[in-house]
């Protein structure tokens, strides 16, 4: 090692973090932009939150809770607190009493939009109800 070269565990720029943690070709075939949409909306509820709050506009909580059967309400806010930081919903309190939060899509949650909705049509036409294990 040289005399002056730091040693450090940062990836260097540019090196595929999906390469170097698991070695070589790991993840060949993942597209990287993919696995982090995956990571995100592959998450039981999430697309279904999604769903609502585009098809129905800002909506409380309890209305969500209501729009998606089976979801318990712990669930509801973990889903709703990654959505937020991940930039495609936003969390707003309404003054009270009482007090009310609602939720409503950003720009970003909006522009899902047509991929969900091409989601649903391959669905109906590719994905047989039959494949799926439980009801929501």
């Not at 800002?58 to 059967?69: G, I, K, M, N, T």
């Amino acid at each position: 090692m040289a005399e002056h070269e730091v040693v450090s565990d940062a990836l260097p720029t540019g090196v595929d973090p999906c390469t170097a943690a698991a070695g070589q070709g790991a993840c060949a075939n993942v597209d990287l932009a993919l696995n982090r949409v995956f990571t995100l909306l592959g998450k039981r509820w999430t697309g279904m939150l999604l769903g609502v709050l585009n098809n129905g506009g800002p909506a409380y909580f309890s209305e969500l809770r209501r729009a998606v059967p089976g979801i318990s309400e712990r669930m509801l806010s973990d889903r709703l607190t990654e959505l937020a930081e991940a930039g495609l919903v936003v969390r707003e309190v309404d003054p009270g009493p009482p007090l009310r939060v609602s939720y409503r899509l950003t720009e970003g949650g909006v522009a899902l939009k047509p991929a969900l909705t091409e989601l649903a049509l391959w669905a109906d036409r590719y994905l047989p109800e039959s494949a799926l294990r439980g009801g929501c």
